[in-house]
């Protein structure tokens, strides 16, 4: 079971690119990486998920080197509404097995004006 | 419907009780999962089914927890002689196909036991 790691906080201001990074050394051949966004009072939301390199969407990029063991997710000119906790999961798309679904206890992003 | 769905929001009862949280996932969603949320910390894993069966559910934390999904879409999340360290906020969500794809969350219920 791949275990990430992430900045508990982090602050920024608005119009500002922010890049958050995980760590995921053990990450496995089959395993994918996968962002969530959570506001308060909210469930969490799909952002983005990635193999291996680049993966752009029209919320955010996902940068993934070559060796995997970490991932940065990049969320451009940031807003006040981007205040969020941000979550970076590991894992097989393939996997039967729920317990593997884990969320740590993300990063919380605090856009400032 | 539009998106997972989950009832009550609120939910206020005596230590002792019983409880159930219902949850309604998106149509067609065979996948569907039971979290619980404290305040500051990341959504902990409770159960996962795959249509009617839980295909896991190591992360219930003792039998006082069941949980059901007897026709593969709605689900109940059963707790029995509720105790003051069950208050938290229980999210479902529910996804096309296994863990490690996109999920969807609902708002959740908040559960306070007093």
């Known amino acids: 079971l791949a275990k990430t790691t992430q900045p508990i906080s982090m602050d920024s201001y608005e119009g500002q690119e922010v890049n958050i990074t995980c760590s995921h050394n053990?990450?496995?051949?089959?395993?994918?990486i996968t962002w969530y966004q959570q506001f308060p009072s909210q469930g969490p939301r799909f952002i983005i998920q990635?193999?291996?390199t680049k993966v752009t969407n029209e919320v955010a990029s996902l940068f993934i080197p070559a060796d995997r063991k970490s991932s940065t997710l990049s969320l451009p000119r940031v807003s006040l509404s981007d205040t969020a906790v941000y979550y970076c999961?590991?894992?097989?798309?393939?996997?039967?097995?729920?317990?593997?679904?884990?969320f740590g206890p993300g990063t919380r992003l605090s856009v400032l004006p | 419907g539009a998106g997972v769905s989950q009832t009550p929001s609120n939910k206020v009862t005596e230590k002792g009780k019983y409880v159930e949280l219902r949850c309604d996932p998106i149509s067609g969603h065979t996948a569907l999962y039971w979290y619980r949320q404290s305040l500051g910390q990341g959504p902990e894993f409770l159960i996962y089914?795959?249509?009617?069966?839980?295909?896991?559910d190591s992360g219930l934390p003792n039998d006082r927890f069941f949980a059901v999904r007897p026709e593969g879409s709605v689900s109940t999340l059963k707790i029995q002689r509720t105790e003051r360290g069950d208050s938290a906020v229980y999210l479902c969500?529910?996804?096309?196909?296994?863990?490690?794809?996109?999920?969807?969350f609902g708002q959740g219920t908040r559960l306070t036991v007093v």
């Open positions: 999961l590991v894992g097989d798309i393939r996997d039967n097995y729920g317990q593997n679904f884990v």
């Open positions: 053990n990450i496995a051949t089959n395993d994918y």
């Open positions: 990635g193999y291996k």
């Open positions: 089914f795959q249509g009617t069966g839980a295909a896991d």
């Open positions: 969500a529910s996804s096309h196909q296994g863990p490690h794809t996109e999920a969807f």
